[in-house]
């Protein structure tokens, strides 16, 4: 039997609705000690030591979240598993370090255990809970404080509005301090070299054709000079330049070269001038590859010319080696 529609729609509405409030609430709830806590985090990093989240149920899975998102903006994080921790898995906390703990309750048994023993270790702690006034909050040295009027489950049991508000309070802890350690678009793309993250970061020097792959003739030289350039380097077009500047002066392609044909019987022996493309689309040897993506698609070619900040030709994007890198 099929759920009627119209409560479907009513009821997931309100629960999205509910989560909301929440999040508005707690960004209204923002003040010193968040930034106090900010300042906690930074001083960790800089000094080399790591951040450790650690939670039971589902605080657990937001804060394994937690961790790969700290740790994708090059803050050395990790998970420790509240209850493991006990049993061995301590040996990952070090002196200098900065464990954050996750409980809505802030009474979690397994999470108050660690406290003396982490405290012991010389590892300073962030309470990331709902309550003010519980034994986490009160016995840790700095505080992440989110606010939810109401769960969105209609029982009031099911964490969903105070987990969204959880994990939406330690991200924003980690692009206040991803902004503050300057982290750039390179940087992120060297924490993700696989993916899809990392294919939309990849700049052109990265993976543009260079040396022998890359034929570069002067805009003097012959058309059939300008085809033997591009036959040695198994390519389908060649970067013409202006002979003493060395600036880009055009392209000659495989279509330039057919084109070339119709002129008459001498073709091989005119300058190439004649026949090449004035203007072509080019790039930036340090624009990102998604951008190159876009330019092929926009305007139907075949082939990239790269050029440096003097508009010298440094590399070309050949449209055949886009599929291989994945960028879409």
């Known amino acids: 039997m099929p759920l009627p529609a119209k409560s479907v729609l009513t009821h997931a509405r309100a629960c999205i609705r ?5 999040l508005a609430a707690t960004a209204r709830g923002l003040g010193p000690e968040f930034v106090t806590t900010a300042n906690a985090v930074a001083d960790t990093i800089a000094a080399g030591g790591k951040l450790i989240f650690s939670g039971v149920g589902k605080s657990a899975h937001i804060g394994q979240k937690l961790a790969g998102t700290f ?51 010389g590892v300073r702690l962030v309470a990331l809970t709902r309550q003010p006034g519980s034994d986490l909050a009160k016995n840790a040295d700095f505080h992440l404080f989110y606010r939810v009027p ?4 209609p029982l009031a049991l ?16 980690a ?25 939309m970061l990849l700049k052109v020097r990265d993976f543009m054709r260079t040396g022998e792959r890359l034929p570069i003739m002067p805009d003097t030289c012959t058309t059939q000079e300008a085809i033997m350039a591009m036959t040695r380097a198994k390519s389908g077009s060649v970067a013409l330049v202006h002979p ?6 055009g392209i000659f392609t495989d279509g330039d070269f057919r084109r070339s044909a119709l002129s008459g019987a001498d073709f091989l022996q005119q300058p190439v001038a004649r026949f090449m493309t004035r203007q072509p689309k080019i790039i930036r040897d340090n624009a990102l590859g998604i951008e190159a993506f876009n330019l092929f698609e926009a305007h139907k070619i ?12 440094v590399g070309l994007v050949d449209g055949q080696d886009l599929p291989k890198l994945k960028i879409v």
């Not at 509910?18 to 929440?22: N, P």
């Not at 099911?158 to 991200?171: F, H, I, M, R, Y």
């Not at 075949?302 to 030709?313: E, F, H, N, Q, T």
């Open 244 to 249: 003493r500047s060395g600036k880009l002066a």
């Open 18 to 22: 509910i989560e909301g409030e929440a």
């Open 150 to 153: 109401r769960e969105a489950c």
């Open 71 to 121: 740790n994708s903006t090059g803050a050395t994080s990790c998970f420790l598993d509240a209850t493991q921790a006990l049993h061995g898995d301590l040996g990952l906390c070090s002196q200098g370090d900065l464990a954050i703990l996750l409980s809505n309750s802030g009474q979690s048994e397994e999470v108050l255990k660690l406290i003396p023993v982490l405290k012991r270790m």
């Open 158 to 173: 099911a964490p969903t509005a105070s987990t969204t508000a959880a994990l939406a309070l330690g991200d924003a802890l």
């Open 175 to 199: 692009m206040v301090l991803l902004r503050a350690r300057g982290v750039t678009r390179d940087d992120f793309a060297r924490y993700h070299p696989a993916g899809n993250i990392g294919a």
């Open 302 to 313: 075949d082939d990239l010319i790269v050029v440096d900040a003097r508009g010298k030709p």
